[in-house]
T-cell receptor, first 115, second 109 residues
Framework: DSGVTQTPKHLITATGQRVTLRCSPR?????VYWYQQSLDQGLQFLIQ???????AKGNILERFSAQQFPDLHSELNLSSLELGDSALYFC??????????????FGPGTRLTVL | KNEVEQSPQNLTAQEGEFITINCSYS?????LHWLQQHPGGGIVSLFM???GKKKHGRLIATINIQEKHSSLHITASHPRDSAVYIC???????????FGKGTKLSVKP
């Protein structure tokens, strides 16, 4: 158990809908990272927050947004969902801002299926 | 061409065999990570390397920065090592990890 929790575990929804994925980092970790893992693209970095502020942005679509709240939990919002958004979404946390200096601890993931 | 290439894509081994998984990258990096993804989907960080070699139990990771190459070795492999092993590089700019496609390892008893 990494100490990172994600909810829900599974999510099935329809095209055009909006969903929110939630992540609680390990106690004391200030950095939260979001990743998408699809069958054709593999793992891709989406976005990073550190202590409530956006720190880095990767291949995140404009239809997707995220935020980190004062209690350090983070939410990833996916809107106008398309079939291609079906994927595993992972959250990870670390103690520091840079992956270079800190191990990332991954949550169990949320499996999103868009029908 | 992908910035991070792993080989082999799939690997089947007999229990007890020595296993090597390779990772080559084409960009400048500040660190390289090896991750393990279990059949259930969970991801565990195994190593973070910026130079040299690290060892944890039966796992050894090495990196050659000049050659832009890293290897993950598993000694005395066991069926519980069956998983997907993923290499990821940190370019050091904004925390943007770039991932390889993974190596699926199956260790037969």
């Amino acid at each position: 158990d990494s100490g990172v929790t994600q909810t829900p575990k599974h999510l099935i929804t329809a095209t055009g809908q909006r969903v929110t994925l939630r992540c609680s980092p390990r106690s004391g970790d200030l950095s939260v990272y979001w990743y998408q893992q699809s069958l054709d693209q593999g793992l891709q970095f989406l976005i990073q927050y550190y202590n409530g502020e956006e720190r880095a942005k990767g291949n995140i679509l404009e239809r997707f947004s995220a935020q980190q709240f004062p209690d350090l939990h983070s939410e990833l919002n996916l809107s106008s969902l398309e079939l291609g958004d079906s994927a595993l979404y992972f959250c990870a946390s670390s103690a520091l801002t840079s992956p270079t200096r800190a191990t990332q601890y991954f949550g169990p993931g949320t499996r999103l299926t868009v029908l | 061409k992908n910035e991070v290439e792993q080989s082999p894509q799939n690997l089947t081994a007999q229990e007890g065999e020595f296993i090597t998984i390779n990772c080559s990258y084409s960009v400048g990096i500040s660190a390289l990570h090896w991750l393990q993804q279990h059949p259930g989907g969970g991801i565990v960080s195994l190593f973070m390397l910026s130079s040299g070699k690290k060892k944890h139990g039966r796992l050894i990771a090495t990196i050659n920065i000049q050659e832009k190459h890293s290897s993950l070795h598993i000694t005395a492999s066991h069926p519980r090592d069956s998983a997907v092993y993923i290499c990821a590089v940190d370019r050091g700019s904004q925390g943007n990890l770039i991932f390889g496609k993974g190596t699926k390892l199956s260790v037969k008893p």
